[in-house]
T-cell receptor, first 115, second 114 residues
Framework: AQSVTQLDSQVPVFEEAPVELRCNYS??????LFWYVQYPNQGLQLLLK??????LVKGINGFEAEFNKSQTSFHLRKPSVHISDTAEYFC?????????????FGQGTILTVHP | EAGVAQSPRYKIIEKRQSVAFWCNPI?????LYWYQQILGQGPKLLIQ????????DSQLPKDRFSAERLKGVDSTLKIQPAKLEDSAVYLC????????????FGNGTRLTVT
């Protein structure tokens, strides 16, 4: 069984400040890791994913995440946020093969960027 | 390319009524998923289709929920009878089905059961 814990339900931050959204996972098998963003009344948009290789993954909109196997973490970071980054962010995990699209999501972190 | 289309966007029904949601995936996408997102929670997988066959419906409450994808393209998700706890956003997603292909999500249908 897999599970995902997002350690912060809400993160307020000022514009142009750095931000980190924390995610821990548990799984008995090798996993693939994802971060999705959800704007109000919209579906989920993929920010980035870790499948294998380099543990530092770069995504869209200037976001990046680092896979840490020993700490079972996959934290999302951005060095300087914009007002438009205000949204809810979900960390997710899946297995490989036919399980690739069977995502297990965390509870979500609401990022609010203040001017 | 056109994205995943879902309808209706919003639906309000009374408990014990029935409701159906429709999803049109991206053209050519073989794999289709339905997720349930309850307010304040992350989405939870209900069912996965590969073409017109069910791959995994282990988390679908089969006493009241049903889903089909008869021609391997569009899909419908039905709830009968609805309960208050079914209030949620129902998200449809599709992928090409190729190795590690990304999921594309629709905007969802927001269901309110009163």
């Amino acid at each position: 069984a897999q599970s995902v814990t997002q350690l912060d339900s809400q993160v307020p931050v000022f514009e142009e400040a750095p931000v980190e959204l924390r995610c821990n996972y548990s799984s008995s098998v090798s996993v693939y890791l994802f971060w999705y963003v959800q704007y109000p009344n919209q579906g989920l948009q993929l920010l980035l994913k870790y499948l294998s290789g380099s543990t530092l993954v770069k995504g869209i909109n200037g976001f990046e995440a680092e896979f840490n196997k020993s700490q079972t973490s996959f934290h999302l970071r951005k060095p300087s946020v914009h007002i438009s980054d205000t949204a809810e962010y979900f960390c997710a995990v899946s297995g490989g093969g036919t399980s690739y699209g069977k995502l297990t999501f965390g509870q979500g972190t609401i990022l609010t960027v203040h001017p | 390319e056109a994205g995943v289309a879902q309808s209706p966007r919003y639906k309000i029904i009374e408990k014990r009524q029935s409701v159906a949601f429709w999803c049109n995936p991206i053209s050519g996408h073989a794999t289709l998923y339905w997720y349930q997102q309850i307010l304040g929670q992350g989405p939870k997988l209900l069912i996965q289709f590969q073409n017109n066959g069910v791959v995994d419906d282990s988390q679908l409450p089969k006493d009241r929920f049903s889903a089909e994808r008869l021609k391997g393209v569009d899909s419908t998700l039905k709830i009968q009878p609805a309960k208050l706890e079914d209030s949620a956003v129902y998200l449809c997603a599709s992928s090409s089905g190729q190795h590690n292909s990304p999921l594309h999500f629709g905007n969802g249908t927001r269901l309110t059961v009163t």
